[in-house]
């Protein structure tokens, strides 16, 4: 199957700090990424839908000037955490559609833990 | 909008047994895929089976199968002959079948362990 990296898996940074994700399909072409954030023994939460060179689209509550998306190729996207406080603490999950097959399948990076201290 | 309820945060299974696990959702199209994904401790979601709306065969992939009833609106993941590497949480998800950049709506997830 496909494959979507995410790097770092892990990051610790201090309070205040921007912190940039990276997200890459690997083997396929995605013109459509999704951010996810994960809490503890909680469900996936989107964040953010991203189409190559165009803006993201953000789901309400989420602040785009707080987590800033880049889509700028293909297969990658990016995802910086600006001015990072601990309550953004968490696990971010990016993933990745395929453009071609009838399902256009989404495949998921293994996540990045983020600790701001 | 549309919203996937998963009733069952914790469910218990004995190695080679079976189980199930319950999802029901709410929408007002008539397009659409079902998906069962599997979390395991690594975080990494693994999809595991999909349904689409229009076919009234269940889906099955070997020891997984689900049990579509589009007018109740419910769709249920059957796990046969359980196996220790079956522990994971595992999410039902809806996604429209409209548009390429339709998304995925995550239930609240189970949390099946799997016993000897």
């Known amino acids: 199957g496909a494959v979507v990296s995410q790097h770092p898996s892990r990051v610790i940074c201090k309070s205040g700090t921007s912190v940039k994700i990276e997200c890459r399909s690997l083997?396929?072409?995605?013109?459509?990424m999704f951010w996810y954030r994960q809490f503890p023994k909680k469900s996936l939460m989107l964040m953010a839908t991203?189409?190559?060179?165009?803006?993201?689209?953000?789901e309400q509550g989420v602040e785009k000037d707080k987590f800033l998306i880049n889509h700028a190729s293909l297969t990658l996207s990016t995802l910086t955490v600006t001015s990072a406080h601990p309550e953004d603490s968490s696990f971010y999950i990016c993933?990745?559609?395929?453009?071609?097959?009838?399902?256009?399948?989404?495949?998921f990076g293994p996540g990045t833990r983020l600790t701001v201290l | 909008a549309q919203t996937v309820t998963q009733s069952q945060p914790e469910m218990s299974v004995q190695e080679a047994e079976t189980v199930t696990l319950s999802c029901t959702y709410d929408t007002s199209e008539s397009d659409y895929y079902l998906f069962w994904y599997k979390q395991p401790p690594s975080r990494q979601m693994i999809l595991v089976i999909r349904q689409e709306a229009y076919k009234q065969q269940n889906a099955t992939e070997n020891r997984f199968s689900v049990n579509f009833q589009k007018a109740a609106k419910s769709f249920s993941l059957k796990i046969s002959d359980s196996q220790l590497g079956d522990a994971a949480m595992y999410f039902c998800a809806y996604r429209s079948a409209t548009g390429t950049a339709s998304k995925l709506t995550f239930g609240t997830g189970t949390r099946l362990q799997v016993t000897l």
């Open positions: 991203s189409n190559e060179g165009s803006k993201a689209t953000y």
């Open positions: 083997d396929f072409q995605a013109t459509t």
């Open positions: 993933s990745a559609r395929v453009t071609s097959g009838i399902y256009n399948e989404q495949f």
